[in-house]
């Protein structure tokens, strides 16, 4: 939050959505910086994302995880990219601290192909566009970012893939392992694909994951 300090508040504003199960001390944090702070009624980042965007106040969204910091450019970068034809775009991204694994993991966000919108994703849309899309569907507990580019591509919405570079945390890799962390995504990814129960898929993501 901290990051936003430095930028002209007039252009944008910043919505904290906490989970429900939180127990920091989040929401004093975000009164010390007057940013806007909601404790979420249902969990899940899809439930959260949307409950979020049904208070703001601005026509362009822009949804940030916790771990990814945007490029000091990006209100600029969003606001350069949308118009009437293109209503929707994502960030390339970078992990920090990397590695040269991590590396050829960061060059697959910059490409438009079957993992293009998904994983630490930067979502930015018009709120137009969220409203005809309803949203993030609230069933996925994760790969719900997989799920909105796929309904997204089936209304042949076409997105720009902005390359300055968002900055992921890598602390999913430290604390687990390259190797683990990505044998889930893909367990996640192909169940997914196949249509698997949401539900099932979260549960199974996170029972291995530390």
Not at 128 to 136: A, W
Not at 169 to 192: D, G, I, T
Not at 200 to 206: A, D, F, N, P, Q
């Amino acid at each position: 939050m901290m990051f936003f300090e430095g930028l002209d508040k007039s252009t944008f504003e910043v919505i904290i959505v906490d989970s429900p199960e939180s127990s920091d001390q989040t929401s004093e944090f975000v009164k010390r910086y007057k940013h806007t702070y909601i404790k979420a009624q249902k969990s899940g980042r899809a439930a959260q994302m949307n409950e979020g965007a049904q208070c703001a106040k601005k026509n362009i969204f822009c949804f940030l995880h916790a771990d990814v910091l945007p490029p000091i450019t990006f209100i600029k970068d969003i606001t350069d990219t949308l118009n009437d034809e293109n209503e929707f775009g994502f960030f390339a991204y970078q992990f920090d601290p990397t590695t040269t694994l991590l590396n050829i993991n960061a060059k697959f966000t910059g490409k438009d192909g079957i993992f293009a919108g998904g994983g630490d994703q930067i979502h930015f849309m018009t709120k137009s566009l969220y409203e005809e899309m309803n949203g993030y569907d609230e069933h996925y507990g994760i790969m719900e970012d997989f799920d909105f580019v796929r309904r997204l591509r089936k209304l042949k919405k076409p997105f720009t893939i902005i390359q300055e570079k968002a900055t992921v945390s890598s602390r999913k890799y430290r604390h687990n392992s390259y190797l683990k962390v990505n044998l889930l995504n893909l367990m996640a990814f192909l169940m997914f694909k196949w249509r698997s129960n949401p539900a099932t898929i979260r549960k199974l993501y996170y029972k291995f994951l530390n």
